[in-house]
């Protein structure tokens, strides 16, 4: 059982100690939970490459604390998620046979890289340290070393066509990245110019091979948009709108929110109720979900797909309707501010692709775009694809903050979400309890990103430690076993207490992650 964490004025959790250190710093020296967002995101783009990455995207939800005299604060999104290039063709792929977007080894599964650019975006609006301050841990750890984790060691191979990945070998080895710390050093003197028009811009450019134009790098990509929310338990609970998949977390909320859940989570009708949830909530995400849809999380849609739920047997979803890696980190500050951040490579190591000057490893989110003719989510240039990033951030009915909270998990991310927030909201669990409890998620066996292919076939598969198995059966669930930990997230939450002490937990799952506070 991972223990709670309690602090009187700041909190970061992350999945890294060493960035959950970095982002104390920052609090430590005055900054704000937006400085202390950033430098950890920064540290663990040094430490774990395997997660995230300068060659990812980024979302984040910022509640403001209630600055300006506004004692309930508000909430804000910021969308940080990279376009295709102008050289995008959807044409050739098909072409040449390809029906979905390559997975791996293929430059235009890289869309531009989002995620400096909402660090500056991020900083600008709610940092007060300088941003050569908020970067030096990071810089430091890449230019002198750092010890790999037991995370990265044994996938480290995987980049091995790179000398900074080739000779890393086993636990504590000291791994230094000198092109990375060249790349932080010139975004912390010269801002997005140092990175999109520097040493790792004209890298892209010659990868690229006419994937992109310069014009794809010079234009910011993070946009501050309006969050989603959604009533549920008491409290509102907001997330990311399109193309993040967000707004299944909110769906799957708002359904569970009117059903007549056991008394603790220990009941098989609790994991049979949820799953059915998040089933129902996406079962026709691939058609539906794309940068520019709306509407997804009426009261009146919340309604008609929670009266589907059956509560005594499974219900089957194919034609109901007529028509990672990733790591997740969060910070409040003493001033009350608090940022829900999560950011990701998409897949592990993302394409598996390398710019060769910097050492930078590139996402592949361009999996989530649709190779079919005309679809809204169809791969092209200057296009967003369906991302399955899924920050939360919850406050209670009068504005003020409740909690920041994400996981990774590629298409189980609202899945595991909808557990750990029903637990917190609904149960009174504390946050080590929420957190530590086993899950379900609807399994394909597959890469992590093909949940939606075929909701029919999923699985439930339970982690280690559930007793839900023989009553998910009889309900009429495909039930697997699955060991702790694998496959099940990486989740971290910051509970804000009534009396204002912040409560957090890291998620034993990560094995190095840590929630620290002051």
């Known amino acids: 059982m991972q223990n709670t964490r309690y602090a009187r004025s ?100 890289a869309p531009v890289p989002g995620a400096v650019d909402g660090w500056l975006a991020l900083h600008s609006r709610y940092g007060r340290l300088p941003m050569a301050t908020v970067l030096t841990p990071a810089i430091d750890l890449a230019a002198h070393g750092f010890p ?82 959604v009533r549920a338990f008491g409290h509102d609970v907001w997330s990311m709108p399109p193309n993040s998949q967000g707004y299944l977390l909110l769906l799957s909320l708002g359904v569970v929110d009117g059903l007549d859940l056991p008394p603790t989570p220990d009941h098989a009708l609790w994991a049979h109720l949820l799953g059915e949830a998040a089933r129902i909530a996406g079962h026709d995400r691939l058609s539906l979900l794309h940068e520019h849809a709306r509407d997804l999380v009426s009261e009146a849609e919340i309604a008609r797909r929670r009266a589907m739920v059956d509560p005594t047997a499974r219900l089957r ?35 598996l692709l390398v710019e060769p000057r910097t050492g930078i490893n590139l996402h592949n989110r361009g999996i989530g775009f649709s190779l079919t003719p005309g679809h809204p989510a169809e791969y092209g240039p200057g296009r967003r694809p369906p991302h399955t990033l899924t920050p939360a951030l919850i406050t209670r009915q009068d504005g003020s903050l409740r909690s920041v909270v994400g996981t990774m998990g590629g298409d189980a991310q609202p899945q595991i979400l909808l557990q750990v927030i029903t637990r917190l909201l609904r149960h009174g669990q504390t946050p080590g309890q929420a957190i530590s409890a086993p899950r379900w998620r609807l399994g394909t066996g597959g890469t992590g990103f093909d949940t939606w292919d075929a909701p029919d076939e999923t699985v439930m598969e339970l982690e280690e430690g559930a007793g839900w198995a023989d009553g998910l059966s009889a309900l009429g669930h495909p039930v697997a076993g699955m060991p702790y930990g694998t496959g099940f997230g990486h989740a971290h939450l910051i509970d804000v207490l009534p009396d204002g002490v912040l409560a957090g937990a890291a998620d034993p799952r990560a094995r190095i992650g840590a929630a620290i506070g002051r």
């Not at 020296?29 to 663990?44: K, Y």
């Not at 376009?83 to 235009?108: C, F």
């Not at 979803?317 to 829900?340: I, K, N, Q």
Request: one cysteine or more.
């Open 317 to 351: 979803v194919r034609g109901l309707t007529a028509e990672g890696d990733t790591t997740y980190l969060c910070a409040v500050d003493g001033d009350g501010m608090g940022v829900s951040l999560i950011q990701s490579n998409a897949s592990g190591f993302g394409s």
């Open 10 to 109: 700041g909190m970061v959790c992350s999945v890294d100690h060493l960035a959950s250190a970095a982002g104390l710093t920052m609090l430590d020296r005055g900054g704000s939970a937006a400085d202390a967002a950033i430098a950890t995101n920064a540290v663990l783009a040094v430490t774990a490459p395997h997660m995230c990455g300068l060659g990812g995207d980024l979302f984040a939800l910022v509640h403001d604390g209630g600055s300006g005299g506004r004692a309930e604060g508000s909430v804000t999104a910021l969308n940080a998620s990279g376009r295709a290039g102008s050289g995008a063709d959807p044409g050739r792929l098909r072409a040449e046979g390809h029906t979905v977007m390559p997975l791996r080894n293929d430059i235009r599964s």
């Open 148 to 229: 790999v984790s037991p995370l990265l060691a044994p996938i480290a191979s995987a980049l091995a066509h790179h000398p900074d990945f080739a000779a890393v070998s086993s636990p504590g080895q000291l791994m230094t990245r000198p092109g990375v710390a060249r790349t932080l050093e010139a975004i912390a003197s010269s801002g997005r110019e140092g990175f999109y028009q520097g040493e790792f811009g004209r890298g892209l450019l010659e990868l690229g091979a006419g994937e992109y134009v310069p014009d794809d790098l010079a234009k910011p990509t993070a946009d501050w948009v309006e969050p989603l929310r």
